[in-house]
């Protein structure tokens, strides 16, 4: 691949990259760079989250060294999965084996786990440079990034201690990357403020788009939700199975929720069906999507660009419900190869079916 073309790859369908010349300087040199996602262990995996996980792949296949963290006491900060942290463990090594199932070559990609980092005193000591030159209004605005608002940590101090961990993860792998969702900015540029103060890698920020909850944003005005209210209130989450299609739904299911689904007509911003469109399905070079409609409502169409699938509905040209059926055929296409993933691999679909349980009884 030539600097181009990687380059190329890495920032395919990224929102935000903090800064491209710093990604741009560095791959034309031609270093050897070290990039990380971080993501809390904490249940079933939501088509969200194929929005990075697509990413990771990119940037494997770019030949970034990847290290994946399974923030496993970050997840018990956030008091997931009743703090239970063999279910957590179990919960990271399932996000492991989606991964697999869309195709990330698993040899290629670095698993840790956030135990072995804190059982290094080396870690302690970099968290409390990290503490010493940040304030504490700093640390209590970060908090978005772990899907909370300032507030809720006033009766647990361990969440104020988490901003300033997720910074500390990225200066101990000592990382020239870091891959999160939008809503991760904050933790991003704290980790990059504090690295000149400390004299660290400054790491690049690549930002993936925030798929919208199958709820979309009800009554709001599109035009009023900030990013910050989208990312706690709004955007899919395992923590609200009713926003979110999981990737091993069976066809039946998915089809279910996307007829059910928010999808305003003509109207494209936080409509969670147009994000299923631009952020997954035409995503992936080729695409097209069928429309298949009677004649008397305008006859079959094939649509061939995001673009085009967008004029067409801002235009009114294309009913909500149409665009409804034929994003659910089209999803449950995409989904297929993670459904077979699951069926034949047991030891996965156990894990599954466990954390399936505990999803249900708490
Ligand atoms: N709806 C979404 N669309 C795209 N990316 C997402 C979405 N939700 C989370 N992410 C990304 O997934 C990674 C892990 O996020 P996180 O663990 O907070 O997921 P979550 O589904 O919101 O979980 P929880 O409901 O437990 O808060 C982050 O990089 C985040 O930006
Ligand atoms: N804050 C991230 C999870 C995370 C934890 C630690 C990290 O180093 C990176 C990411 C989330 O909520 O999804």
Sequence with gaps: MTPEERLKLITRNTVEIVTLEELRSKIEA??????????????????????????????????????????????????????????????????????????????????????????????????????????LARIKRALTIMGRRAEEAELDFSKLIYPAMQVTDIFYLDLDIALGGLDQRKAHMLARDTAEKLGRKKPIAIHTPLLTGLQGIGRMNPSMVDEEQHAVEFKMSKS?????????????????????????????????????????????????????????YGGTIIVESYEELEKLYIEGRLHPLDLKKATAKALIEMLEPVRRYFEQNREARETLEELKKAAITR
């Design 240 to 296: 609200k199975p009713e926003t979110a299609v999981f990737v091993y739904d069976s066809p039946e299911d998915i089809e279910k929720k996307i007829l059910r689904a928010y999808c305003p007509a003509r109207e494209v911003k936080f409509n969670p069906i147009m994000e299923i469109n631009k952020y997954l399905l035409f995503a992936r070079p080729g695409f097209k999507l069928v429309i298949e409609r009677p004649e008397k």
């Design 30 to 135: 031609g270093e050897k760079l070290k990039g990380y996602l971080g993501f809390e262990p904490s249940g079933l995996f939501h088509i969200g989250w194929l929005v990075w996980a697509n990413k990771v792949k990119d940037l494997v296949d770019a030949g970034i060294e990847f290290y994946l963290l399974a923030a496993t006491w970050h997840a018990w900060i956030n008091d997931k999965l009743g703090g239970d942290m063999e279910l957590i463990r179990k919960a990271a090594r399932h996000v492991v084996d989606v991964l697999e199932a869309i195709g990330v070559d698993k040899a290629k990609l670095k698993v840790v786990d956030a135990e072995d980092l804190v059982s290094d005193k080396e870690y302690w000591a970099i968290l409390l440079r990290v503490a010493k030159n940040n304030t």
